[in-house]
């Protein structure tokens, strides 16, 4: 801007570096505002505005420094490895504001160059204890022991893993451990006491149900708590039980003799109680009642009569004849409907 007035108007000329302007721009209110198109670095520089009218002339300079965010990659993070073969490090991404570093966020519209990892520490390193990893230990509980390798070696540059005596080692750092004590913790076992008196109502074959104590204890029978236990299978507290209640059937008779020796009337039937298995007592029958009832009765005889005759109380009954073209025949009842 060129914050000039005066009367009359003055006539405003606009420079860069001290020659007219050359670069893409616009004029505005009454060209005492300088607007520059398509700002990039090669704008930066001393800027003035003439102002001129028959009192004289004015002339008014600034400067333009154009600064720009931009990834920078010149430092690096620290290398991966002290020694070895497989040490690296990569460029450290950081966002840069006239060469100071300010939050990435602002640089994320710019593209992000590609890190290249950089070996490093590329060299043998020092001879150390190598272990490799304990055994399985050789008892589950009362006391056992487990064991590993312990091995002095090199890691070269190259990646290998070279052999050396233990004293090389010995001079760096005590020898680790190659066995160790494990299951300390006492051997348990799950005991049970007798199952105690059975007890429950008789409704179905395993309804009625029986208890018995469970303790954790110790091979020599020293009572633990029971989380010291909680590896084992658990034995069952609780089963179902035979009471002599349920100790019962259906006792059936035999047949009777059909009623009918041909024909679809005929019928027998037999007794069928509920008794108990070891008095052979009638018992209510609902005791047997979780187990189906034998039926009672049954049809017998159904074969057609070869002589037309039915039998009524032992008697042969002759059958009435057609009459008007249709077969009539008398029907006796021979049993309870």
């Known amino acids: ?22 670069l893409q721009h616009h004029l505005l ?22 102002a001129q009218n028959e009192a004289g002339s004015l002339t008014q300079k600034t400067s333009l420094a154009i600064q720009e965010y931009r990834w920078s990659v010149d430092k690096l993070m620290d290398c991966s490895a002290s020694c070895g073969h497989k040490g690296v490090q990569l460029p450290l991404l950081r966002c840069l504001l006239d060469r100071a570093e300010v939050n990435l ?7 992000r160059p590609a890190l290249q990892p950089i070996a490093c520490n590329r060299r043998d390193c020092p001879s150390r204890w190598m272990v490799t990893s304990w055994s399985p230990c050789t008892q589950s509980c009362g006391g056992g022991i487990q064991m ?5 070696q090199r890691l070269t540059a190259k990646g290998s893993s070279v052999p050396v005596s233990n004293e090389v080692c010995a001079q760096v750092s005590k020898r680790p451990v190659d066995t160790q004590n494990c299951s300390r913790q006492p051997c348990v076992e799950w005991v049970v006491s007798s199952w105690g008196q ?17 303790f954790c204890q110790t091979k020599d029978g020293t009572s633990v708590s029971s989380d010291q236990c909680r590896t084992l299978t658990r034995p069952l507290s609780t089963q179902n039980c035979w009471t002599d209640v349920c100790g019962v059937h259906w006792r059936v008779g035999l047949w009777t003799v059909c009623t009918a020796t041909c024909g679809n009337y005929g019928f027998q039937s037999r007794r069928v109680d509920c008794v108990h298995i070891h008095t052979n ?57």
């Open 105 to 111: 966020s602002h640089c994320k519209e710019k593209p």
């Open 29 to 50: 209110a009454a060209g005492q505002i300088l607007q520059i198109i398509n700002v990039s670095d090669a704008h930066h520089g001393e800027f003035s505005c003439i």
């Open 148 to 152: 590993r390798r312990v091995t002095c």
């Open 281 to 337: 007592k009638p018992v209510l029958e609902h005791h047997c009642s979780w187990r189906p009832r034998p039926a009672n009765w049954q049809r017998c005889n159904i074969t057609p009569c070869e002589n037309g005759t039915l039998l009524k109380g032992g008697e042969a009954v002759p059958q009435v004849g057609k009459k008007e073209g249709r077969a009539i025949s008398q029907k006796y009842s021979t049993g309870p409907c």
């Open 1 to 22: 801007g060129c914050a000039v007035d005066g009367h009359p108007t003055p006539n405003i000329t606009w420079l860069y570096l001290g020659k007219p302007l050359s």
């Open 198 to 214: 059975c007890n429950g109502p008789c409704v179905g074959p395993r309804l009625a149900v029986q208890n018995r104590q469970i």
